[in-house]
């Protein structure tokens, strides 16, 4: 029965395991700093999305906890922009900056990270791929699995359990 468990348990809380952080989308070094961005739906699709970012001295890795950071998203096709600030206060881990974004069309995102510290701008660019809006039935598959998946795994829990006593 514990061996069941685990796994119970991983689909049940599934969502909670990406809340913050996410998929690393982007790691680059520039200036002082290293720079990693996540992105939290998995994949990263139209609509509401969560971009965090780690912000690391490049000596020691330190975490940097007092910068001012700006993000400029662009889509490649049709030039539609937004920005967005992420901050320490927005993120569950204080590590981390997080920022929630919409994103209103699918395709290729050109993503810029600005960060402001002590005076001095360091930049660094990436892409960012945006999938289609998945459907509902998609976004909660493992919501509307499990309770079939828990069903099938109790009766044939019983069954072997029932054999297992005829056996002997």
Do not use: C, H
């Not at 996410?22 to 200036?31: D, I, S």
């Not at 699709?45 to 400029?72: K, W």
């Not at 096709?77 to 920022?99: C, D, G, I, V």
């Not at 993503?111 to 976004?139: F, K, M």
């Amino acid at each position: 029965m514990s061996k069941l468990l685990f796994p119970a348990f991983a689909i049940l809380f599934q969502t909670i395991a990406f809340a913050d952080g996410g998929t690393v989308q982007l790691r680059r070094e520039a200036g002082d700093f290293a720079i990693t961005v996540f992105s939290s739906p998995v994949p990263l699709s139209v609509g509401p999305a969560d971009i965090s970012l780690l912000i690391q001295n490049r000596n020691g890795f330190e975490p940097v906890l007092d910068a001012d950071i700006r993000l400029l998203l662009r889509n490649e096709m049709s030039n539609a922009e937004f920005e967005a600030r992420p901050t320490r206060t927005q993120a569950q881990n204080k590590l981390l900056y997080a920022a929630p974004v919409s994103f209103p069309k699918a395709g290729r995102w050109q993503i810029e990270v600005v960060v402001d510290r002590n005076g001095t701008q360091t930049r660094v660019t990436g892409t960012l791929e945006v999938t289609p809006a998945r459907s509902r039935v998609t976004s909660y598959a493992g919501y509307i699995a499990f309770p079939p998946v828990m069903i099938v795994l109790f009766v044939t829990r019983e069954r072997l359990l029932r054999r297992k006593l005829r056996d002997k």
